[in-house]
């Protein structure tokens, strides 16, 4: 009766919010649901209950508190209309807009939580009544129920039994922890009081059962019918005389052909594995060859706490990953694993900036250029140092870098002294032999005649040549190319180029509002108001914050750095960014092409590929196509050919003088 009590008081259970992305919270929750094989009863509870938690309590939701903010969270796709003018008549009153990402693990964990406890209903008073519960009264329950789960814990547990055990050999058993695997047998009398002897020795629920006398009902039970019907197997790691000693609990689910994917790694209390033990879990994991068809794209939490990955080959240590593409694609889609990496590329630091900007609190990037971005995203930068390289203000720099940056500039400048290879037109070539015959009519010495024609053809040749980039500057832009050259865009390279034409403002107006995350009707000044306030903290993040799961990083990576220097660039000339804080994204996003590419052709092939995996996807690329021939065409093109990569580092904060530019 006190769980009735409970059940079906009426508290406020859910408060006064909503979600800008409930629609596809809930798909995602009724996805994994459908991916699990709830019952329809678990189901639709997780689709009403569940669901309007998370919207109205759950904590780690992002406040929407502007229309900025709905459109950096339903980027790439535009902020629907009713949203806008709902927007214009909220007041100090409105009910509160979150987002909640339906991948957070805190979501997930209470998820998974969830599920644990209705399960366990069948076979007890709320089996057929799980509607009439809502989401904090089944949460106040299980936290009941676990609470006393614990005190029957203390006051008595059953004895280990050898025969439901059956020990797993290893061919290459680690020898460092001392235990063995042992597999819970399926088809014993004993399964279930040696499910309630794990549970006692790890103080976990996996043999927790309603009736511990009878052993039914509850988490045991529920737990206990998967592994009885083939569905799961659970193995424990143990040690000690007749293998007594539980260290880690297992379970893994049996799909229907008998593959094994990973679903629990506990240690005791259900915190991570102790280290020791890890290596002893990879044996495990690669014997029983779980998540052989899954991989990179679904390895489970308690191995990403660990620092446990699957590779195409096998399971391993993330430290243990060499191939730079795959750590990074492993830690792209498990962020968990990043603190573990010791030494990171340039490469991943550039992706984790743009997904997981938070993991940097405790570590800072070791890439220049990514650590200043990421201080200009959490306004971190010291403005009243203002020291200049490329003639731009570049907020805490240090003196000494600004006047080695300057001398580079220098340097850069005389050599772009460069013969000019435009021939004479007809006009010079009439006057400059007027002038010969008119010298010798004059009589004039042929050689002193000779000699004029000469000199004026030298001065014309090593004369500097005026309207153009510096090198890094040049280096910048070159990389927007492809899409340059795609829409035969005149004057983007010419730093004489005051601004865009009309008729190019209003081929391109749409695209760059759609591109920044604004409506298609913003004015220009409420362009100019939104990227002061986002640009120089959010340009890195642009088209990867929201990578699909089978994205891959690198070529994702090229996409953004070519469609950001075109845009950065383009704006300019619009007059929606103010000069600096263009040249300062530019230079940024010049440098983490520097980092990430190790030339043209390599940079150029990863844009290819990048492209064709954005539109495969159904995302729209309003800027042009790119083939292959238009690739090896750009390759041969003068602007790639006289732009050396990496050249300059497009943006160098720290006194290097040992550096020759």
Same mark, same amino acid.
């Given at each position: ?28 929750? !009724? ?43 339903? !980027? ?100 460092? !922890? ?42 045991? !039970? ?73 991989? +990179? ?267 950001? +220097? ?96």
């Amino acid at each position: 009766m006190a769980e009735e009590a409970v059940v079906f008081a009426k508290p406020s259970a859910y408060a006064p919010r909503n979600a800008l992305n409930a629609g596809p919270l809930k798909a995602d929750i !009724a996805r994994r649901s459908a991916a699990r094989g709830d019952s329809e009863e678990v189901r639709a509870w997780l689709v009403n209950h569940f669901f309007r938690h998370l919207v109205a309590n759950f904590e780690p939701a992002a406040p929407i508190d502007s229309l900025d903010a709905a459109r950096v969270k339903l !980027a790439p796709a535009a902020v629907p209309e009713w949203l806008e003018k709902q927007w214009k008549c909220r007041d100090a009153n409105a009910v509160p807009l979150v987002w909640i990402d339906p991948a957070e693990p805190q979501l997930l964990a209470l998820e998974t939580r969830l599920v644990e406890f209705l399960n366990a209903r069948r076979g007890t008073a709320l089996e057929g009544k799980l509607a009439r519960v809502n989401c904090p009264q089944a949460l106040a329950l299980w936290e009941k129920e676990h609470a006393a789960m614990a005190e029957k814990i203390e006051r008595g547990w059953r004895q280990s039994n050898p025969a439901a055990l059956a020990p797993l050999l290893l061919p290459q058993q680690p020898t460092t !922890a001392g235990g063995v695997f042992v597999e819970l047998l399926p088809d014993t009398r004993t399964l279930r009081a040696e499910m309630a002897f794990e549970s006692y020795a790890m103080r976990h629920c996996l043999g927790q059962f309603a009736d511990r006398k009878a052993l039914t009902g509850g988490y045991g !039970a529920s737990y206990a019918e998967a592994i009885e019907a083939g569905k799961m197997r659970v193995f424990s790691f143990r040690s000690g005389e007749n293998n007594s000693q539980p260290h880690i609990t297992m379970s893994l689910h049996v799909d229907e052909h008998g593959a094994l994917r990973v679903d629990q790694v506990k240690g005791k209390q259900n915190r991570p594995p102790v280290e020791r033990y890890v290596d002893d879990l990879i044996a495990c994991l690669n014997h029983l060859d779980a998540n052989a068809d899954h991989g +990179a794209d679904d390895i489970p939490d308690d191995c990403a706490r660990i620092g446990v990955v699957r590779t195409p080959e096998d399971w391993r240590r993330i430290e243990a990953v060499t191939d730079v593409a795959l750590q990074t694609r492993l830690i792209v889609r498990h962020p968990l694993l990043f603190p573990r990496v010791t030494n990171p590329a340039p490469l991943l630091e550039w992706l984790v900036a743009a997904r997981e900007p938070r993991l940097f609190a405790q570590r800072p990037p070791q890439s220049p250029a990514a650590r200043y971005a990421l201080q200009g995203a959490t306004g971190g930068i010291d403005e009243a140092s203002g020291f200049q390289t490329e003639g731009v203000p570049w907020p805490g720099m240090t003196k000494e870098a600004a006047q080695y940056n300057a001398a580079c500039l220098k340097a850069d400048k005389v050599k772009r002294r460069r013969r000019k290879k435009k021939p004479l037109d007809w006009t010079e070539w009439g006057i400059l032999i007027a002038l010969f015959m008119a010298g010798k009519s004059l009589g004039l010495p042929v050689w002193a005649l000779m000699l004029a024609v000469g000199c004026f053809f030298f001065k014309r040749a090593v004369c500097p040549e005026e309207g153009v980039f510096s090198e890094r500057r040049a280096f910048a832009l070159a990389l927007a190319l492809p899409v340059v050259d795609a829409q035969k865009m005149t004057g983007f390279f010419e730093p004489d180029t005051p601004s865009l034409t009309d008729n190019t403002i209003a081929q391109y107006r749409s695209a760059f509002l759609h591109y920044m995350e604004c409506r298609a009707t913003a004015s220009d000044d409420e362009a100019r108001a939104h990227l002061a306030a986002t640009l120089e903290s959010t340009w890195f993040r642009a088209d990867l914050h929201n990578l699909l799961p089978a994205d891959e990083p690198r070529i994702a990576l090229a996409f953004a750095i070519v469609r950001m +220097a075109f845009f950065v660039r383009n704006a300019l000339l619009m007059g929606w960014i103010e000069h600096d804080a263009a040249w300062r994204a530019l230079l940024l996003n010049a440098r983490r092409a520097q980092d990430c590419f190790t030339g043209w052709g390599d940079f150029a092939r990863a844009y290819l590929q990048g492209r064709e995996q954005w539109v495969s996807a159904f995302r729209a690329d309003p800027l042009g196509s790119f083939s292959e021939a238009a690739l090896y065409r750009l390759l041969g093109e003068r602007l790639w050919l006289k732009t050396p990569w990496p050249g300059l580092a497009a943006f160098e904060p720290k006194f290097t003088p040992q550096s020759k530019g």
